[in-house]
Nanobody, 129 residues
């Protein structure tokens, strides 16, 4: 019903920047909350950032807050993750995910991957020092 495709990953030096894109098809993202999650080899998938349709409120995990910015362009049906001041520990496969936004779902709930219905295939981000 909703297809998500991530792009923008690659190799970057520590301290550098990348912008990831999550492009949707099949249904507009305008009514969806979208999250970015990341997973390093051998590690569990962790929450990174999310943006909801309701009020365009954003949420970040502590390790990226102040360095990453999530935004959305509904006209382009795309959500972005601007990543600055990248560190070695940011190396991971980054996934975007979407779920229909409802006002009774809290921001804390949106930090849980299990609540999302649609996932992209991921894009690799490698930070080299």
């Amino acid at each position: 019903q909703v297809q998500l495709v991530e792009s923008g990953g690659g190799l970057v030096q520590a301290g550098g920047s990348l912008r990831l894109s999550c492009a949707a098809s099949g249904r507009t993202l305008s009514t969806y909350a979208v999250g970015w999650f990341r997973q390093a080899p051998g590690k569990e998938r962790d929450f990174g950032a999310a943006i909801r349709e309701i009020g365009a409120i954003t949420y970040y995990t502590d390790s990226v807050e102040g360095r990453f910015t999530i935004s959305r362009d509904n006209a382009k049906n795309t959500v972005y993750l601007q990543m600055n001041s990248l560190r070695d520990e940011d190396t991971a496969v980054y996934y975007c995910a979407a779920v229909a936004d409802v006002n009774y779902r809290s921001g804390e709930v949106l930090k849980r991957g299990a609540v999302y219905d649609y996932w992209g295939q991921g894009t690799q981000v490698t930070v080299s020092s």
